[in-house]
């Protein structure tokens, strides 16, 4: 009978994916006719023999379009497709099964195949792809029978012999290898009594120093898992297959902690269904676990300890800079007070002088109304007119009241760039205008840098608002361009010969952020330090002049507050840009950059 193309392949692809499901039919066969109580346990035996079969049959597909028959003169044994066949019965009789046995399981074997082909919807002819499976299994089980009775008996007794001699070593290397692992090991049948435990189970938890006393003890089912009785209970009457507890048990050695696993037997037969409980001393570890804790605690209050020191160091400094705005401030307050009030006094004067005035004239106009304008009226106002300059008045007047305005307007503007500058008294984020910012602190801070530096400002009009802390960002930039006034005044050096630098400030919008560059015509970052500027205490500034926490605080309110980053690019005799860039939308990840490299400025 023909086997056609498309059924060969839709038999093949059915086996080749259907390992598991092969697998599952012939236990439920074996595990209804207590073929199990003489399988092994483990999923991987049976595997293997599925896929022996499974191959065996895939080979008679590719050695012929035709089901195979059963020829009275054929070499069974010779066959490729059922050597494997003619392997399995060398194996299990060497185990001391039978002949009758070993066929009648591997009639189940043949009956699993069959089940799953019968659920198969897509053979063109089902009944010659069944004949195949049946053929095929005839084909095996006369190589069985043929390889069986080729053996004389003489031959089967060694045979047996030699396998149990090699059984009865792996079991002692197994129950060897049990008996050595350090850690303690029982093993309990399904009512949770124990079968066997380790020499470090014995020694630890009952009381035994005998490798192998519970193992050769006639009596096996006797005994309870110290203090395991309610968990094994527990994981029978709620169907669970693994257990995790710590437990602490006074030991020879003193008073233990145990984790214990406890799991069911991997055993797919379900001969062994009991349980396997490891015990892992963790006394050290929990010791260790402790002392860390002690340790984490007081590095905590260590980190707390410091974090305040710096915040006091940074406020320090920040006030001490607010000193120096406020004694710059104050100096560019005084200037327009002084003429102001100046000017207030020679107005308050020449009011004073344009009274008597005017009160000279309204005698003259009344003494006229009257025609009794006397001689010595026109003297007296002629003499006040010769003394109080009327025309220098008038003509200083509009001046001294224009520059008290212009003064009026100068300490406002600073008033308010200090309004500005200081920012609400607040922590929050809040959306904010760089552009005035920067303005604003460049004019609390024109004491600082108007002797050593012309200021440029390309400020991009269209620039956005951005979420940000405006005390804090305000204070960055004053750091900024308090550092490049130094490095500005390191560059010109000492003396009238000493001119100025230029301090040039740009804003742009790039990508998703608000690009902010501070670029000066110091003296450059010497490249020994470039990599040390924004670590908190360190300065190149003489002593009592800095606590190095200007460039820190900068890093801290740029990348850690605001999650933005910062590039620096330098060169020696050249100066300094500082790329600041702060994000369009305010970020609440956790920031995990840190400033940029430093870079040559090539």
């Known amino acids: 009978m023909r086997i056609e193309r498309h059924d060969k392949d839709v038999l093949r692809e059915t086996l080749l994916s259907s390992e598991d499901q092969l697998i599952e039919l012939i236990l439920k066969y074996a595990e209804r006719q207590h073929y199990t109580k003489y399988t092994s346990t483990l999923k991987e035996a049976w595997r293997r023999s599925i896929d022996g079969l499974t191959q065996s049959i895939i080979a008679t597909l590719e050695a012929s379009d035709l089901v195979p028959e059963l020829g009275p003169d054929e070499d069974f044994s010779s066959d490729s497709s059922t050597k494997f066949g003619v392997i399995e019965a060398q194996r299990h009789r060497a185990r001391g099964v039978n002949l009758s046995m070993f066929l009648g399981l591997m009639k189940y074997y043949r009956q699993a195949y069959l089940d799953l082909i019968a659920e198969v919807r897509g053979f063109q002819q089902p009944a010659t792809i069944k004949l195949l499976i049946n053929r095929v299994y005839d084909r095996i089980?006369?190589?069985?029978?043929?390889?069986?009775?080729?053996?004389?008996?003489?031959?089967?007794?060694?045979?047996?012999?030699?396998?149990?001699?090699?059984?009865?070593?792996?079991?002692?290397?197994?129950?060897?290898?049990?008996?050595?692992?350090?850690?303690?090991?029982?093993?309990?049948?399904?009512?949770?009594?124990?079968?066997?435990?380790?020499?470090?189970?014995?020694?630890?938890?009952?009381?035994?120093?005998?490798?192998?006393?519970?193992?050769?003890?006639?009596?096996?089912?006797?005994?309870?898992?110290?203090?395991?009785?309610?968990?094994?209970?527990?994981?029978?009457?709620?169907?669970?297959?693994?257990?995790?507890?710590?437990?602490?048990?006074?030991?020879?050695?003193?008073?233990?902690?145990?984790?214990?696993?406890?799991?069911?037997?991997?055993?797919?037969?379900?001969?062994?269904?009991?349980?396997?409980?490891?015990?892992?001393?963790?006394?050290?570890?929990?010791?260790?676990?402790?002392?860390?804790?002690?340790?984490?605690?007081?590095?905590?209050?260590?980190?707390?300890?410091?974090?305040?020191?710096?915040?006091?160091?940074?406020?320090?400094?920040?006030?001490?800079?607010?000193?120096?705005?406020?004694?710059?401030?104050?100096?560019?307050?005084?200037?327009?007070?002084?003429?102001?009030?100046?000017?207030?006094?020679?107005?308050?004067?020449?009011?004073?002088?344009?009274?008597?005035?005017?009160?000279?004239?309204?005698?003259?106009?009344?003494?006229?109304?009257?025609?009794?304008?006397?001689?010595?009226?026109?003297?007296?106002?002629?003499?006040?007119?010769?003394?109080?300059?009327?025309?220098?008045?008038?003509?200083?007047?509009?001046?001294?009241?224009?520059?008290?305005?212009?003064?009026?307007?100068?300490?406002?503007?600073?008033?308010?760039?200090?309004?500005?500058?200081?920012?609400?008294?607040?922590?929050?984020?809040?959306?904010?205008?760089?552009?005035?910012?920067?303005?604003?602190?460049?004019?609390?801070?024109?004491?600082?840098?108007?002797?050593?530096?012309?200021?440029?400002?390309?400020?991009?009009?269209?620039?956005?608002?951005?979420?940000?802390?405006?005390?804090?960002?305000?204070?960055?930039l004053l750091n900024i361009i308090v550092n490049a006034v130094d490095a500005i005044a390191a560059a010109a050096g000492e003396g009238e010969q000493a001119g100025k630098g230029r301090i040039t400030i740009r804003t742009a919008v790039e990508d998703d952020s608000v690009l902010i560059k501070v670029s000066d015509s110091g003296t450059g970052i010497p490249e020994e330090i470039r990599s040390k500027i924004f670590d908190p205490f360190f300065t190149t500034r003489a002593l009592g002049k800095g606590i190095g926490q200007g460039l820190n605080v900068v890093y801290h309110t740029i990348v850690v507050q605001h999650r933005g980053s910062i590039d620096v690019q330098t060169k020696v005799g050249e100066g300094t840009t500082f790329s600041i860039r702060l994000p369009r939308e305010p970020r609440d990840d956790v920031a995990n950059v840190r400033a940029q490299p430093v870079e040559q400025i090539s």
């Open 141 to 476: 089980e006369l190589a069985y029978c043929s390889e069986w009775s080729g053996t004389d008996s003489e031959d089967q007794i060694k045979e047996l012999s030699d396998s149990n001699l090699h059984l009865t070593n792996e079991k002692n290397k197994y129950l060897t290898l049990f008996e050595s692992l350090s850690s303690p090991v029982i093993l309990c049948d399904v009512n949770g009594k124990v079968d066997n435990y380790n020499n470090a189970a014995g020694r630890l938890l009952l009381g035994t120093t005998t490798p192998g006393s519970r193992y050769y003890s006639e009596r096996r089912s006797d005994l309870d898992p110290p203090a395991l009785q309610q968990e094994l209970a527990r994981m029978v009457d709620e169907g669970n297959q693994q257990m995790d507890l710590d437990k602490v048990y006074q030991t020879p050695d003193g008073e233990k902690t145990y984790h214990i696993q406890i799991e069911q037997m991997l055993d797919v037969s379900h001969k062994f269904s009991g349980y396997t409980i490891l015990f892992n001393d963790i006394t050290e570890r929990l010791q260790w676990s402790k002392q860390l804790e002690e340790i984490n605690r007081k590095q905590t209050l260590l980190i707390d300890d410091l974090n305040q020191t710096r915040q006091q160091l940074v406020q320090s400094e920040k006030m001490a800079a607010v000193g120096q705005l406020s004694a710059g401030i104050a100096h560019e307050i005084n200037t327009p007070i002084q003429y102001i009030g100046d000017n207030t006094h020679f107005l308050q004067e020449a009011c004073v002088d344009l009274q008597s005035l005017s009160e000279g004239y309204k005698i003259l106009l009344a003494a006229a109304k009257q025609g009794q304008v006397e001689s010595g009226l026109l003297t007296n106002l002629e003499g006040q007119l010769a003394a109080m300059e009327p025309d220098y008045l008038f003509e200083e007047i509009p001046g001294a009241i224009n520059q008290s305005l212009e003064g009026v307007d100068k300490i406002a503007t600073i008033v308010s760039a200090m309004k500005v500058f200081a920012g609400p008294e607040t922590y929050e984020k809040v959306e904010t205008d760089i552009n005035l910012a920067i303005t604003s602190t460049l004019n609390v801070s024109t004491n600082v840098w108007k002797y050593h530096a012309e200021i440029v400002t390309e400020l991009d009009p269209q620039l956005p608002t951005i979420s940000c802390i405006p005390q804090e960002l305000n204070q960055a």
